[in-house]
């Protein structure tokens, strides 16, 4: 099976030296080169029974990394499940015009954060209104920023519980369908983000390079925020779950994403890649595209976000502030059992994912402790911390 690993093995350097790279792509594209090879050094695993051997080479963990979020969704699936609430959840993702997607590239950092404050704010100020649930509500959002076609898409899903606390501390049910009708989402939304971009600009926290050189002029983008205000923006709400145990499960393959999974990538040959992908424009029907090698790890790299950025943000409710008191006090009032917390181990959640126990010798079954020899210059580690 063909691999981004590959891909970036064949073709990298020859990108790298045809292109620039921000540090954070270089970092990226390198980890992923070397993930699970003698590169990053690993152990031996010697059972002590049969005398079997094992190598596993370390994993470079990096967030953009096809192979590494499997271990990490599922960890962090495990410990989302004590914030459950036992009601329903809805699913919303807004959307920005595609108009503003080069101006967002190239600069990341503070659009994508105005995008999350942006959206935050909206959810939060009409929830507020007693005409929509008059409650106080929490809910997780994460980023993303591709389509099936790997071009540039930044959009947000939130997953939003179906309720809030009143300000006299009784909790506030939804109605069935999502409280807040999208039209008005998608305009408080559209209005929101452009008074803030507006307010980046004559900061002059915003760079225009390139073919977005001339919105440096101020009549220009002034007039790119007149045809911003006349557009209808995309807000949708996807039905609600069917219960609190499918909420966390179905955000868990949202959360740890990457632009492409290997899966989806079918041949590497002649120069070109292909890869399957769905046309929701053409009634979502299941596609080929075939690119260069080159435009393919261009459109790859274009979703590598800048270092130490978080895609992954909770509010209201679901803030840290909020999970040892209100969060609790909501739990009370819509009858959520309280769980205890119990954390699984790394060899159990690998478990769970490929059905492989670790802790055995798959030559002899043994239980007997094995013997770990360090490999390369990695130190040596244990099991317990190689990713999937």
């Known amino acids: 099976m063909t691999e981004v690993q590959d891909i970036f093995i064949k073709y990298g350097k020859n990108y790298r030296t045809n292109h620039k790279l921000t540090l954070a792509q270089h970092k990226a594209m390198s980890a992923i080169q070397k993930c699970r090879t003698s590169e990053l050094g690993g152990h031996k695993e010697v059972c002590d029974s049969c005398g079997h051997t094992r190598i596993s080479y370390n994993s470079c963990r990096n ?5 590494c979020q499997a271990l990490a969704k599922e960890r962090w699936i495990e410990n989302q499940k004590s914030n459950l609430l036992d009601i329903g959840y809805f699913h919303v993702v807004f959307t920005i015009p595609d108009t503003l997607n ?3 590239y190239q600069n990341q950092k503070a659009v994508y954060t105005l995008m999350f404050k942006t959206v935050a704010e909206t959810l939060t100020d009409l929830a507020s209104d007693k005409k929509y ?5 929490g809910f997780t959002s994460v980023l993303h920023t591709w389509g099936q076609n790997l071009m540039h898409h930044p959009h947000i899903h939130c997953i939003v519980p179906g309720g809030g606390l009143s300000s006299i501390g009784k909790w506030m049910n939804s109605r069935k369908k999502f409280f807040i009708p999208v039209k008005v989402l998608s305009r408080k939304f559209r209005g929101k983000f452009l008074y803030y971009l507006k307010q980046l600009y004559y900061q002059n926290k ?23 205000y006349g557009k209808e923006w995309i807000v949708y709400c996807k039905p609600p779950f069917k219960n609190a145990a499918c909420v966390v499960e179905y955000l868990g393959r949202y959360t740890h994403r990457v632009a492409i999974s290997n899966k989806r990538i079918i041949s590497m040959e002649k120069d070109t890649v292909s890869f399957k992908w769905r046309d929701y424009k053409d009634d979502s029907k299941h596609k080929v595209m075939t ?4 435009e393919f790890i261009r459109r790859f790299l274009i979703h590598i976000l800048p270092s130490r950025f978080m895609k992954i943000r909770h509010y209201g409710l679901l803030g840290n502030r ?14 959520t059992p309280l769980l205890i917390e119990e954390k699984a181990t790394t060899l159990q959640l690998v478990q769970k994912l490929t059905g ?12 007997k402790p ?9 130190p040596p580690i244990t099991v317990q911390t190689v990713c999937i």
Do not use: W
């Not at 967030?63 to 192979?67: D, G, L, Q, S």
């Not at 690119?291 to 080159?294: G, I, K, T």
């Not at 492989?356 to 239980?367: R, V």
């Open 206 to 228: 915003l760079e225009f390079h390139g073919s977005q050189k001339y919105l440096s002029d101020d009549k220009e983008f002034e007039k790119l925020l007149t045809s911003l």
């Open 291 to 294: 690119l260069s090698s080159e």
């Open 370 to 378: 094995k013997r770990f020899l360090s490999l390369g210059k990695s």
């Open 63 to 67: 967030r953009h990394c096809p192979k």
């Open 102 to 104: 080069l101006m967002v």
């Open 322 to 335: 909020n999970k040892t008191t209100k969060l609790k006090i909501c739990k009370q009032l819509t009858n």
């Open 133 to 137: 649930l008059g409650a106080k509500i």
């Open 356 to 367: 492989l126990d670790l802790s055995k010798c798959p030559n002899c079954g043994s239980e």
